[in-house]
């Protein structure tokens, strides 16, 4: 740390997540990916710009800090842990301001896609062997 510089004030979890410890859904996993919506898009993510008016514009006047930080980061898409390793902050943490952010239509996620089946895999490859 710099001299002169004061640190930011450690805020306790319960403090950013408004007392609770679940996020409002389940899905949302260290794995799971974030990313910015544009709430007056057709669907797009950040509607096709790369500036942050959108989405900060559309927050409540009430958003946290750690809200707007975290609609700053998924203007590009991050996984929950990468989020939560740029802010400082706790998975538990992240995923609960996440939620609110999904909730509130500010924030899109993609669930990580599902494990494929060995046997699967196993067959593939079988079928590759017998090419070569």
Same mark, same amino acid.
């Given at each position: 740390?710099?001299? $002169? @510089?004061?640190?930011?004030?450690?805020?306790?979890?319960?403090?950013?997540?408004? $007392?609770? +410890?679940?996020?409002?859904? !389940?899905?949302? =996993?260290?794995?799971?990916?974030? *990313?910015?919506?544009?709430?007056?898009?057709?669907?797009?993510?950040?509607? $096709?710009?790369? %500036?942050?008016? $959108?989405?900060?514009?559309?927050?409540? @006047?009430?958003?946290?800090?750690? =809200? &707007?930080?975290?609609?700053? *980061?998924? =203007?590009? =898409?991050?996984?929950? /842990?990468?989020?939560?390793?740029?802010?400082?902050?706790?998975?538990?943490?992240?995923? &609960?301001?996440? +939620?609110?952010?999904?909730? #509130?239509?500010?924030?899109?996620?993609? +669930?990580? /896609? %599902?494990?494929?089946?060995?046997?699967? *895999?196993?067959?593939?490859?079988? #079928?590759?062997? !017998?090419? &070569?």
């Amino acid at each position: 740390m710099e001299p $002169g @510089v004061e640190p930011d004030p450690v805020v306790p979890v319960y403090v950013i997540t408004h $007392g609770r +410890a679940a996020p409002t859904r !389940n899905t949302l =996993q260290p794995e799971t990916l974030l *990313l910015a919506a544009d709430p007056g898009a057709d669907g797009h993510p950040d509607g $096709g710009r790369s %500036s942050l008016r $959108g989405p900060d514009r559309a927050l409540p @006047v009430t958003a946290t800090r750690e =809200q &707007v930080a975290l609609l700053r *980061l998924c =203007q590009v =898409q991050l996984s929950v /842990a990468e989020v939560a390793a740029y802010l400082r902050l706790p998975v538990s943490a992240v995923t &609960v301001v996440a +939620a609110d952010l999904i909730d #509130g239509g500010h924030l899109i996620f993609r +669930a990580p /896609a %599902s494990r494929t089946d060995l046997e699967i *895999l196993k067959e593939v490859l079988d #079928g590759l062997r !017998n090419l &070569v």
